[in-house]
């Protein structure tokens, strides 16, 4: 079983469309984590921490289950800049594991 | 703004020949780490650092591959001898401390092996 694994996608969505993107870990003792985004052969850039509270930032908002062990990421009206592969990142033993990542395609 | 930085950013090799990639972190950032990315899979971590010390090199192929980070600073990760599975992107990252910080990452090496 790989450490974080995430939606395979891809996600095709409408302008305007609210999507949501699960990932789930298997380290109960995962400290930190987060959402990065990456653009087609650029690195991977943060998008935003997740909080145990659950967190917002605009039209994105991170919530974490430690109970469940899962993470989502929910983007509302959803963007055409918004298309993009989303990474799920867990901190375990205090490294950093990327899940495969998830692609958003937003179309007119 | 402050920024991890990697070369080459291109870089082409027949196999069996040795190859380097260097990586000079975020000033002050003790954690370094090295991901190899295959095109459509998420980056996996080969090995990480806190200053000079390797905390973890289990997924580092260490037949082949070989990172060192000699003073706690820049950082160089060498393949000999290079063979056409390691064709991918090569990202060096940094953060501040290992555990809780994000990481930042650099613009990443694209190898082609031939």
């Known amino acids: 079983r790989k450490e974080v694994e995430q939606d395979p996608g891809p996600f095709n969505v409408p302008e305007g469309a609210t999507v949501a993107f699960n990932c789930t870990y298997s380290n109960s003792a995962s400290q930190s984590f987060f959402w990065y985004r990456q653009d087609c052969r650029k690195e991977p850039k943060l998008l935003m921490s997740?909080?145990?509270s659950g967190n917002e930032d605009g039209r994105f908002t991170a919530q974490l289950n430690r109970a469940s062990q899962y993470i989502s990421l929910l983007i509302r009206d959803s963007k055409l800049s918004d298309s993009a592969t989303y990474l799920c990142v867990v901190n375990g033993d205090n490294d950093m594991r990327f899940g495969a990542g998830t692609r958003l395609t937003v179309k007119p | 703004e402050a920024e991890v930085a990697q070369s080459p950013r291109y870089k082409i090799t027949e196999k069996s020949q040795a190859v380097a990639f260097w990586c000079d972190p975020i000033?002050?950032?003790?954690?370094l780490y090295w991901y190899r990315q295959i095109l459509g899979q998420g980056p996996e971590l080969l090995v990480q650092?806190?200053?000079?010390?390797?905390?973890?090199d289990s997924q580092l192929p260490k037949d082949r591959f070989s990172a060192e980070r000699l003073k706690g600073v820049d950082s160089t990760l060498k393949i000999q001898p290079a063979e056409l599975g390691d064709s991918a992107m090569y990202l060096c990252?940094?953060?501040?401390?290992?555990?809780?910080?994000?990481?930042?990452f650099g613009q990443g090496t694209r190898l082609t092996v031939v």
């Open positions: 997740v909080y145990s």
């Open positions: 990252a940094s953060s501040l401390m290992e555990g809780w910080a994000e990481a930042f």
């Open positions: 650092f806190q200053d000079e010390s390797v905390v973890d």
């Open positions: 000033s002050g950032h003790a954690t």
